[in-house]
């Protein structure tokens, strides 16, 4: 139940201060439509001042900081967001009202372990050296070290909101950094939270800063445009990517975007059926349906389509739409009344387009307090033609929409045949067909009888239109720090 969640004060966090604005906005609860936090909206003044204390710590202390030093900084960070575990999840619960079971085994614990990991891969990695000769015999020695970028404006989604903020914070944070993190509108706690465990961990004033607010006019934009920010790694829609890669071409600075996907997942007749069936469910429901690497074209091969989808539809109608803190829960409610909008319309889109509604389609009735939030019927669709803006656009929502296919040529260019290149996910007990389709996909990562695991050194990021750059691992490194080449005559 939600009913005992306190309305919460989310204040803006600069150059070490929990700092009041003049405007603030209502956190609404999507389970059941109830206010959570009153949240500071941060002004151009407040993100002046956040870039001006991030300016500032790079050449305080947190600049002068040895790197054992820092990196011990950074697993007392980890340390401090496990110590306070039931406040992180409960935060992350009421702000998107995701299961407790999903948040308290994926959301919570990525936080502290993008730290560690992030903590490890800087304390050893190296750089690259080389002996030239030179024309008296005494040689040259040309090395590169890397240097912080600067201050990084940090802006971040709602979906995964404290894994997909410290997926980036902890690198930039590694390597040397400081920061002005704008959280979404939508999920303002954890980020806040974060805040807290910094100041006790000792993390000097300025390294870390959050500016709470919307995109365009408001602490999105101001930090985007702000001429002292010396680079923008952002999460979230691919439109958002294009008006902030528009706002950075003045001071020229560097971007990462991780953006937007349709994702496809393919299945094949010789695929384990059961691992198939439940992995995809998985995959398209988790979260409800909103994970930027979600399936929402699934492609089967035609001697098992209508078992599988029988089966798919079975799962969907199976899962528990319940209150977060409830232990059968297993679906939670768009993260809003306004997105439940965008995906409703979709659901009638689907309609018009000719599609056959296999399961779902619509909002369900319960008789209690979560008709007021944002809940809506997990959906499945057949009978679409590949050019339906249903199965090429983007929903973000607990849907798919299931095709057949004859041969492994045709999934794949199916598969391909679109804008997007974020994930894709086969399923097949044929390991030279896993391989051969796996390597065909257009994505940045593409899963084989399995889906959303990755070693986080590995490269993460989109093809086309789901993103610029990789992170992960070094990839992050070389984002998050310049190299500088010098060479010394000897
Ligand atoms: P969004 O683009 O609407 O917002 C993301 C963030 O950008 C928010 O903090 C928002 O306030 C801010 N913002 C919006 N307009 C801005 C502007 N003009 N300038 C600066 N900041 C601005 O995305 P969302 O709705 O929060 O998240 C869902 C989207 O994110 C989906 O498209 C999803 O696929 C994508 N996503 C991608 C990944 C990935 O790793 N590729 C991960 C998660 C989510
Ligand atoms: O696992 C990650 O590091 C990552 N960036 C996941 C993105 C999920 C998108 O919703």
């Known amino acids: 139940m939600t009913a005992n969640i306190k309305?919460?004060?989310?204040?803006?966090?600069?150059?070490?201060?929990?700092?009041?604005?003049?405007?603030?906005?209502?956190?609404?609860?999507?389970?059941?439509?109830?206010?959570?936090?009153?949240?500071?909206?941060?002004?151009?003044?407040?993100?002046?001042?956040?870039?001006?204390?991030?300016?500032?710590?790079?050449?305080?202390?947190?600049?002068?900081?040895a790197l054992q030093a820092r990196v011990d900084l950074l697993r007392k960070i980890a340390e401090g967001i496990e110590k306070r575990f039931d406040d992180f999840l409960q935060a992350e619960v009421a702000d998107t009202g995701k299961p407790v079971s999903l948040a308290s085994h994926l959301d919570i614990p990525r936080g502290a372990a993008n730290f560690r990991v992030f903590a490890d891969i800087v304390r050893t990695y190296g750089t690259e050296s080389y002996h030239?000769?030179?024309?008296?015999?005494?040689?040259?020695?040309?090395?590169?070290?890397r240097k912080p970028l600067g201050v990084v404006g940090v802006i971040a989604p709602w979906n995964l909101p404290l894994l997909l903020l410290t997926w980036k914070l902890a690198p930039a944070l590694a390597c040397g950094n400081t920061i002005v993190a704008k959280p979404s509108e939508e999920t303002p706690s954890t980020a806040t939270l974060l805040a807290e465990v910094m100041h006790e961990a000792g993390v000097p004033a300025g390294v870390?800063?959050?500016?709470?607010?919307?995109?365009?006019?408001?602490?999105?934009?101001?930090?985007?445009?702000?001429?002292?920010?010396?680079?923008?790694?952002?999460?979230?829609?691919?439109?958002?990517?294009a008006a902030i890669m528009k706002a950075v071409?003045?001071?020229?600075?560097?971007?990462?975007?991780?953006?937007?996907?349709?994702?496809?997942?393919?299945?094949?007749?010789?695929?384990?059926?059961?691992?198939?069936?439940?992995?995809?469910?998985?995959a398209i429901f988790s979260n409800t349906g909103q994970v930027c690497l979600a399936p929402e074209r699934v492609y089967v091969e035609r001697p098992i389509f209508e078992r599988f989808v029988a089966a798919l539809k079975a799962n969907a109608e199976a899962l528990v739409l319940g209150f977060?803190?409830?232990?059968?829960?297993?679906?939670?409610?768009?993260?809003?009344?306004?997105?439940?909008?965008?995906?409703?319309?979709?659901?009638e889109l689907a309609r018009k387009e000719g599609a056959k509604v296999v399961t779902g389609g619509g909002v369900p009735k319960f008789g209690d307090a979560r008709d007021s939030g944002a809940w809506i019927q997990p959906t499945l669709w057949t009978g679409l033609p590949e050019t339906a803006r249903t199965v090429r656009e983007e929903i973000f929502g607990p849907c798919a929409h299931i095709a057949p296919f004859d041969r492994e040529e045709e999934a794949v260019e199916m598969a391909n045949?679109?804008?997007?290149?974020?994930?894709?996910?086969?399923?097949?007990?044929?390991?030279?067909r896993g391989h051969r389709v796996g390597q065909a996909m257009e994505v940045g990562i593409?899963?084989?009888?399995?889906?959303?695991?990755?070693?986080?050194?590995?490269?993460?990021?989109?093809?086309?239109?789901?993103?610029?750059?990789?992170?992960?691992?070094?990839?992050?490194?070389?984002?998050?720090?310049?190299?500088?080449?010098?060479?010394?005559?000897?």
């Open 7 to 65: 309305v919460a004060e989310r204040k803006c966090y600069i150059n070490g201060q929990f700092v009041r604005s003049g405007r603030q906005f209502a956190k609404i609860n999507p389970v059941d439509g109830t206010v959570v936090a009153q949240v500071h909206e941060a002004d151009r003044a407040m993100v002046d001042a956040a870039v001006r204390g991030a300016r500032a710590a790079l050449k305080g202390p947190w600049g002068r900081m």
């Open 132 to 145: 030239l000769d030179t024309p008296d015999g005494k040689g040259a020695v040309n090395y590169a070290m």
């Open 208 to 241: 870390y800063n959050v500016v709470h607010g919307f995109g365009p006019d408001s602490a999105g934009e101001f930090i985007t445009a702000h001429p002292d920010v010396n680079g923008i790694t952002f999460t979230g829609e691919t439109a958002t990517g």
């Open 249 to 282: 071409a003045p001071t020229v600075k560097p971007i990462s975007f991780e953006l937007g996907g349709k994702n496809p997942g393919i299945v094949f007749a010789d695929c384990d059926f059961e691992a198939a069936v439940a992995g995809m469910s998985n």
């Open 324 to 347: 977060p803190q409830d232990k059968a829960t297993n679906m939670g409610p768009l993260i809003s009344r306004q997105h439940r909008e965008k995906v409703l319309s979709y659901y």
């Open 417 to 432: 045949n679109t804008p997007y290149g974020l994930a894709s996910t086969v399923w097949t007990t044929n390991l030279a």
């Open 446 to 490: 593409s899963w084989v009888n399995c889906w959303f695991l990755r070693d986080l050194r590995t490269p993460f990021g989109g093809a086309k239109l789901s993103g610029i750059g990789r992170e992960g691992g070094l990839h992050s490194l070389n984002f998050y720090s310049e190299p500088t080449n010098i060479c010394v005559k000897l």
